[in-house]
């Protein structure tokens, strides 16, 4: 199967919905987006997994790269609409600390605009230093 990905923009933050399978094959797709949503300028992402049917490493590593651009860009990455699966993966990998999953895009909103304004000003300052 095939993995749709469709992107766009609310508000400031950026939703990725995902539909299909996140696997070996297809996970260049979901990266490529991910990497064009960063390059853009857009570190507050969520993620929509309710259309996943299936995951593997590779989905997996796509998407903690896209958290670690995120966090450096001063924003963060979180999952909404997860199976009860994948959620159980990121508990027991620890990965829900760094990429926290939601019920919804409400709750994955809350979150992104919670995040610490410090966040946004350290990446902010990284970004101006000289070598950057």
């Known amino acids: 199967m095939l993995l749709d990905v469709d992107a766009w923009d609310d508000r400031g933050r950026t939703v990725v919905e995902l539909t299909g399978e996140l696997d070996l094959f297809t ?22 997994m309710g259309g996943v049917s ?12 896209a958290v670690k651009r995120a966090v450096a860009g001063g924003g ?13 993966m990121l508990n027991i990998t620890g990965l829900i600390r760094v990429m926290p999953a939601f019920p919804g895009l409400e709750e994955a909103f809350a979150w ?3 995040l610490p304004e410090s966040r946004i000003a350290t ?3 990284r970004s101006a230093a000289p070598g950057a």
């Open 27 to 48: 996970a260049p797709v979901l990266r490529e987006e991910l990497q064009r949503v960063s390059d853009a300028g857009s570190h507050r992402v969520v993620v929509v």
């Open 112 to 114: 992104l605009d919670a």
């Open 54 to 65: 299936f995951m593997d490493s590779s989905g997996l590593g796509v998407l903690i790269g």
């Open 123 to 125: 990446a902010a300052r």
């Open 76 to 88: 963060g990455l979180c999952l909404a609409g997860a199976r009860d699966r994948m959620v159980r």
